[in-house]
């Protein structure tokens, strides 16, 4: 679309140099430079004089001059324009050459097969427009509440009791940005500079970065096939974040007599517990235990978020904890001028209404589950595999010297994979490779996974 410019000219009525070939001089070295590009459209003639207090004649003159050299073209009544043909040379300091630039390599296909992405591409598109045309219904809004629409925190508070055992009310929920939003945020109502903060080791590389972004000591805490490990947590951390649902990324499920000396721990040294129940809606074994924050709600801070379950795009998320701290966080928000978008608040909460998150829920766990039956079919023969009963990953055991071998063979015939050794905090104690099955499609999963098999175990080398 050719767009109306503005023109910031400034002519010199002191030169010797007339006006008109002053305005013609500097009209082309706008267009020879880039300033003015083809196609856009400059002001009237009466219009430009007006804005440089000049007479319509110097304008008309310095147009003639320009369309006769080749730089305008228009028509009466249409508008005057930057030529099309006309192509800027190249910048001062580039090269010049005449032999054409080589063709653009094609692209490569990758199928991706790094964790933490959803599939996005099958959803109720009924569904999600009228969503929207609900939001788009209601006049925006002058003053965010901090906590998030009353509306979308009584409908999240009744998803969790529902799907979490969580009994909470909606003075008990903050509507966030998501999980590291969250995070962020207790982060600040709970800790100072200099604070000390227990991550899974390895764990969730975000959740460092925020601790460490603000001034928080990290402090690295192993986790095994099961999860965090309780004896030998220390005595004086402020807080401890875990994935109990699905340990991200060994894939461990804390069983429930772990959570219990969990539990006691925290009760005992007064740190604060913050739950990341991440991958807690995939399950393909069993039912998913209820959330921590379930058995002790004074002790459990408990984040969620919607960019698995629906799309990472959607941008919101919840946070479930004291009424105390939910004020104090509250009153952080609006000192940082923190918020969450109403418009988008007010979609999810109509998708939560009408059952259709619920529904597609429903629909994704058998899409999974497909995907996860497929990669323990082809990779479990060949390695060893944690946590394929949950979520959109699971870990393959290999031995150190063979992984960073396979991601680059890997990567070479167009498979992206990801290493657990990134993932940990200090010295890495599990070495394999973390295979994500959420954004790639069944038939890439099955592909991308052949392609592994064959990296681990070709003839020459013997199963780890």
């Not at 080791?201 to 999860?227: L, Q």
């Not at 991440?278 to 801070?301: M, Q, T, W």
């Not at 109509?350 to 995907?371: I, P």
């Amino acid at each position: 679309m050719r767009s109306l410019v503005d023109l910031p000219v400034a002519l010199s009525r002191e030169s010797a140099e007339p006006l008109a070939a002053q305005l013609t001089a500097w009209l082309r070295e706008a267009m020879r430079g880039g300033t003015l590009a083809p196609g856009e459209r400059l002001p009237s003639s009466r219009g430009l004089a007006a804005q440089l207090g000049v007479s319509r004649t110097v304008v008309t003159e310095a147009y003639q001059q320009l369309y006769a050299e080749g730089w305008l073209d228009g028509r009466h009544g249409s508008g005057t324009f930057v030529a099309q043909l006309y192509a800027p040379p190249p910048a001062v300091d580039a090269p010049m050459t005449t032999m054409a630039p080589p063709p653009a390599a094609a692209a490569k296909p990758v199928i991706d097969l790094a964790p933490g992405e959803p599939w996005v591409r099958d959803f109720d598109r009924a569904a999600w427009k009228r969503a929207w045309r609900k939001a788009a219904d209601l006049p925006p809004g002058d003053d965010p509440d901090p906590y998030g629409l009353p509306y979308l925190r009584e409908l999240l508070a009744a998803h969790l009791r529902r799907t979490r055992a969580v009994a909470v009310g909606p003075e008990n929920v903050l509507v966030t940005r998501g999980t590291a939003n969250g995070l962020d945020l207790v982060t600040l109502a709970l800790l100072g500079r200099g604070g000390r903060a227990g991550v899974e080791d390895p764990g969730y590389r975000v959740t460092r970065n925020v601790f460490a972004g603000r001034g928080v000591e990290v402090v690295p805490c192993p986790v095994d096939s099961d999860g965090v490990i309780v004896e030998g947590l220390p005595e004086d951390l402020s807080v401890l974040y875990t994935t109990p649902a699905h340990q991200y990324p060994m894939g461990g499920r804390l069983p429930i007599p772990r959570r219990e000396r969990l539990l006691a721990w925290a009760r005992r040294t007064g740190a604060m517990i913050l739950e990341d129940d991440y991958d807690a809606e995939f399950r393909y074994d069993v039912a998913p235990l209820p959330a921590l924050y379930g058995l002790d709600p004074s002790r459990v801070v408990l984040l969620g978020t919607l960019s698995k379950s629906l799309a990472p795009d959607v941008g919101v998320g919840w946070l479930v904890g004291p009424r105390d701290l939910l004020a104090r966080i509250a009153g952080i928000r609006k000192d940082l001028g923190d918020r969450t978008s109403g418009p988008v608040q007010q979609a999810v909460g109509t998708l939560l209404e009408h059952g259709d998150l619920d529904r597609h829920l429903r629909r994704m766990r058998l899409e999974y589950a497909r995907r996860r039956a497929a990669v323990v079919e082809i990779l479990g023969p060949v390695c060893r595999l944690h946590g394929d009963t949950a979520g959109l990953h699971v870990l393959a055991e290999l031995p150190e010297d063979v992984v960073p071998e396979i991601v680059r063979e890997a990567a070479a015939r167009g498979v992206r994979l990801d290493s657990v050794e990134r993932h940990h905090h200090g010295a890495p104690r599990v070495h394999g490779l973390v295979i994500g099955y959420g954004s790639a499609s069944l038939a890439d999963v099955r592909k991308g996974c052949a392609i592994v098999a064959d990296l681990i175990a070709p003839p020459t080398r013997a199963r780890f």
